[in-house]
């Protein structure tokens, strides 16, 4: 997490910290605890999908064009019949195989890690927003006394830990 948000998020918690007094306070924690965690993972996945996934793709590439260059300098240049389809079937294999392995491997394993960010961020978005309305005591938290806005509160951050545990089912069954 970058500093500035870092500090963001610390001074947050602490607002919610403040209003949401002593009471249930191991079940907030829990919750600011967990959030981290996704936090972590979103930016774990986040890195591999932008980092990992293009450096695939480059590996690949170069891979083809230097297998390229590699078996289109085998044979000599005067070569005809058997030897040259030979040559251009060798020349078109060591191109398009690592290009074809490299794309379906990336299609694959970047789908699944761009979900599981897209996840992980969402449920985190979910929550600082949940926290940022609870310490504001606005809209839904608005005119509540303390007790009902606590306990609406947690409820609310359940509820997107649910949803963040069903859309991980609904991914795990793709």
Same mark, same amino acid.
């Given at each position: ?15 919610? =910290?403040?209003?949401? $007094? ?13 959030? %981290? ?6 930016? =774990? ?7 990992? $996934? ?6 690949? +590439? ?5 297998? $390229? ?16 389809? +030979?040559?251009?079937? +060798?020349?078109?294999?060591?191109? +398009? ?13 970047? %789908? ?8 992980? =961020? ?14 504001? $005591? ?9 007790? %009902? ?12 830990? %649910? ?12």
């Amino acid at each position: 997490m970058k500093k500035e948000n870092q500090v963001e998020s610390s001074k947050l918690k602490e607002l919610v =910290r403040q209003r949401f $007094g002593e009471k249930d306070r191991d079940r907030l924690e829990e919750h600011f605890s967990y959030m %981290e965690w996704e936090e972590k993972e979103s930016r =774990r996945h986040k890195e591999y999908y932008f980092g990992r $996934g293009k450096l695939m793709r480059w590996t690949g +590439l170069g891979c083809g064009v230097a297998s $390229g260059i590699l078996a289109f300098g085998i044979f000599g240049e005067d070569v005809g019949g058997l030897l040259l389809f +030979l040559k251009i079937s +060798l020349t078109m294999c060591s191109i +398009l195989g690592p290009l074809l392995i490299a794309f379906l491997k990336d299609s694959q394993d970047l %789908e699944k890690n761009r979900e599981t960010w897209i996840r992980h =961020r969402t449920y985190v978005n979910n929550c600082i927003n949940e926290c940022l309305e609870y310490s504001n $005591g606005v809209k839904q938290y608005d005119g509540m006394n303390e007790e %009902e806005a606590r306990k609406l509160f947690l409820k609310n951050l359940v509820t997107h830990r %649910e949803n963040n545990n069903q859309k991980f089912g609904e991914n795990m069954n793709q």
